[in-house]
């Protein structure tokens, strides 16, 4: 009986953990990162205090955009005007 209570458990944790994570991989790719940098969320300090609020940061000023591009999205910008 114990051992039904301990699975359920360690689901929830999973489901807890990687809930965010999958959520700002996905925001990523908007802002410039890429989508496993995501899994940046998961480092105990850096992730929630430094990476999760950097990347809302870059979606709420998406449209006043003033970071750098990665040099794939520069390839891929002239290709869309072209």
Do not use: K
């Amino acid at each position: 009986m114990t051992q039904r209570g301990y699975a359920v458990g360690d689901l929830v944790g999973l489901v807890v953990s990687w809930t965010p994570a999958i959520i700002l991989g996905a925001l990523a790719r908007l802002v410039s990162y890429r989508a496993r940098d995501g899994l940046m969320y998961l480092i105990p300090v850096y992730g929630p205090f430094i990476f999760a609020p950097t990347i809302l940061w870059r979606v709420a000023y998406l449209p006043r955009r003033d970071w750098q591009p990665r040099p794939d999205e520069i390839d891929m910008a002239i290709r869309e005007v072209v």
